[in-house]
């Protein structure tokens, strides 16, 4: 069980970075290529927030776009958290994370 004093899991703050949409801990071309794999071959995204790349709420087609804008042309920013890791600043959303939880005030 956990320890009353870390609260229950589902209490926890998720830290991710947006952009690494495959939790390889750099943002680059390879996580492009996860999020067209989530989106045309069904394959499961481990961290949907990062793969959220202009925090619109949802992983789309838009997301691949804003991120090869980013990485090639300089042209946009990433939202936070980004380039560090952080909890989403704009959690209105559906999307889910499951790479490092942490525990509320640690």
């Excluded at 801990?25 to 481990?46: E, M, N, Q, Y």
């Excluded at 691949?64 to 959303?93: M, Q, R, S």
């Amino acid at each position: 069980g956990c320890s009353s004093e870390l609260g229950s899991p589902g209490d926890w703050e998720v830290l991710f970075v947006r952009g690494n949409a495959n939790g390889d801990a750099t943002v680059d071309l390879s996580d492009i290529v996860r999020i067209l794999t989530f989106l045309f071959l069904g394959d499961p995204a481990h961290c949907k927030d990062a793969a959220d790349i202009d925090d619109s709420g949802r992983v789309d087609i838009s997301d691949v776009i804003h991120l090869l804008k980013f990485l090639f042309l300089g042209a946009v920013e990433v939202p936070p958290p980004y380039p560090e890791p952080g909890i989403d600043p704009t959690d209105d959303d559906d999307l889910d994370c499951r790479f490092l939880a942490l525990p509320p005030n640690l």
